[in-house]
């Protein structure tokens, strides 16, 4: 009997996560390259360090909902 194979479209779909993974990753490294080209190097490299320890240099989600301004809003 023949062996069915998935066809490339198919299987990029079942592995969308870990394609995302590696096109994010290269966005990341153009934006550190451009970084660099604008004489910001260091602070690029601060910024790499920093994603290296777990931090994160954004802002909250916006559209997350606070439970004080709910509170706010009931009263």
């Known amino acids: 009997?023949?062996?069915?194979?998935?066809?490339?479209?198919?299987?990029?779909?079942?592995?969308?996560g870990i394609v995302n993974f590696i096109m994010l990753g290269r966005i990341y490294d153009l934006l550190m390259l451009i970084a660099d080209a604008q004489g910001k190097g260091a602070e690029a490299l601060d910024l790499y360090s920093k994603h290296q320890q777990?931090?994160?240099?954004?802002?909250?989600?916006?559209l997350a909902p606070q439970v004080e301004e709910e509170n706010v809003q009931e009263n």
């Open 54 to 62: 777990g931090l994160l240099m954004s802002p909250l989600p916006a």
């Open 1 to 16: 009997m023949a062996e069915l194979h998935e066809s490339p479209e198919n299987d990029m779909n079942a592995n969308s």
